[in-house]
């Protein structure tokens, strides 16, 4: 199986063959996997791309390695890092992209099985999304609580402690652990919701994946659980994650915004999608 063995399910390798897939009816249960590349036009910069990306800009917090500000053991010893940058990536402050929004179409279309993001800026949620289609696999900004005694910390206290990047403690009696955002860190486990759900991609009848490295574990081997006859679509600045080795797989490299655009457009959507984005 190679990239120019003839499709199975789709009849053309193309925007267009799944823009026909699913006029068709014939992808009504579709999982969409997505990562920091659907929010990088609302602002907020992912981790890998080169130059613009976090991992590219850290040497002012001094770190031994990039991932370090997000590593569980690294934050036991020095959270400030941590700290520093939850400031710029705290929920509130960005608007969700005409990606977010065509996640919102698919759902209000009743065709979203589910949306597994590895997004901690709650942005699809604010497009509309429904909690109950949405895993969270990194967890979010949404709740915090202490590492040690796992007891919640209140939103207000939070809040305050990242606009003045400072470093919050348990108000537990005689606990005193650091407190951080129920995000998941290098070292800690995924939620439960994660595991409870990752066996529907291979329930799945098309699976979009959308601004993702697919570099990150266990979130990067849910496309490969989709069946050989799904049809896997990637739209991405790059090619990631051996999608396009599949005859099912559709490439669409670029901007996922562009990318989610035309597809909206092969769909007859267009004009539905940017005044459902227009609303948000
Ligand atoms: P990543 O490893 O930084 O990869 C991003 C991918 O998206 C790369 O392949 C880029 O080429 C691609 N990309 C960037 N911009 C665009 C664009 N406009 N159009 C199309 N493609 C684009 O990020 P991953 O999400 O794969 O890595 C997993 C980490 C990143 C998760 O744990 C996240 O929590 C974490 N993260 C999240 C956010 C956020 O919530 N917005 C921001 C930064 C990092």
Known sequence: VGKNTPPRTLK???VDGVAQLIKEGRAKKVVVMTGAGISTSAGIPDFRSPDTGLYANLQRLNLPFAEAVFDISYFRNNPLPFYTLAQELFPGKYRPTI???FI?????KGLLMKLFTQNIDCLEREAGVPDDKIIEAHGSFARQSCIECRKPYPRDLMEKAIREKSVPRCLEDGCGGLVKPEIVFFGEQLPSEFFANRHLPEEADLCIVMGTSLSVQPFASLPGFCTDSTP??????EQVGGIGLRPDDVLVLGDCDEGVRKLAGALGWLDELEALWAKT
């Not at 896997?232 to 600045?237: D, H, S």
């Open 104 to 108: 919102n179409l698919l759902h209000q």
């Open 232 to 237: 896997r679509v990637l739209i991405n600045q």
């Open 99 to 101: 990606t977010h929004s």
């Open 12 to 14: 053309a390798r193309t």
